[in-house]
């Protein structure tokens, strides 16, 4: 099966202006989770949908990321409009039911995201 | 909020050296404990997961971790290393809830270098 995919694999955009990043989980997959890892911390929870549901976003970090995911398959994280501290790598996850404890997660490449 | 916390940033080794590294949570409830590796120039991959019951587990490519309740530990280790081993290594928990946020909160990694 063609695992998780993201694009772009990177990005080099200017403070200010506005980049989108896509994710398309693995087929079937029911649940979709992004990441961000910045540069020597951790990797960090943004989101989680459920179908085309959020159903977690407590991570997201400020109202300057729009997440969407059009018709629970592929999704979009919108940052608009970027700043220095967005720069990282975006990851993003599926899994094909509720409840990672349980369930595995397939991981794309993720996004390396550098603002300027 | 649960963290993570690894104890090495970096680890540079020989093959056939012996490996351990340290994992650390806080959390006081029921977790589900991850570690994951990533290999230069691709994805996240699951190595292995503790979810219940014995808490020695098998994981792929040689890997096992011991999951220690009274230390809040899973750390992670492989009796003889070898060239290919080298990654980055992330280790991750989950609560055990059956809804809300149920993302990985992952440690900041370590960067395993093994030196042929």
């Known amino acids: 099966e063609a695992g998780v995919t993201q694009f772009p694999s990177h990005s080099v955009i200017e403070k200010g202006q506005t980049v989108t990043l896509r994710c398309d989980p693995i087929?079937?997959?029911?649940?979709l989770y992004w990441y961000r890892r910045v540069m020597g911390k951790e990797i960090k929870f943004l989101l989680h949908?459920?179908?085309?549901?959020?159903?977690?976003e407590s991570g997201m970090p400020n109202n300057r990321f729009l997440a969407e995911r059009t018709g629970g398959t592929y999704s979009t994280l919108k940052v608009q409009p970027a700043e220095l501290e967005d720069s990282g790598v975006y990851f993003c996850?599926?899994?094909?039911?509720?409840?990672?404890?349980?369930?595995?997660?397939?991981f794309g490449n993720g996004t390396r995201l550098t603002v300027t | 909020a649960q963290s993570v916390s690894q104890h090495n940033h970096h680890v540079i080794l020989s093959e056939a050296a012996s490996l351990e590294l340290g994992c650390n949570y806080s959390y006081g409830g029921t977790v589900n404990l991850f570690w994951y590796v990533q290999y230069p120039g691709q994805h996240l991959q699951l190595l292995l997961k503790y979810f219940s019951g014995d808490p020695l587990v098998k994981g792929i490519k040689g890997f096992e971790a011991e999951f220690i309740k009274s230390k809040f530990s899973f750390n992670l280790r492989k009796p003889s290393v070898q060239w290919s081993d080298t990654a980055e290594y992330f280790c991750?928990?989950?609560?055990?809830?059956?809804?809300?946020?149920?993302?990985?909160?992952f440690g900041k990694g370590t960067h395993l270098i093994i030196q042929p």
């Open positions: 087929s079937g997959h029911d649940n």
């Open positions: 949908f459920v179908k085309e549901s959020k159903q977690d």
């Open positions: 991750a928990v989950s609560l055990l809830s059956g809804g809300g946020a149920d993302g990985l909160t």
């Open positions: 996850a599926s899994s094909p039911w509720t409840g990672v404890g349980n369930s595995p997660l397939h």
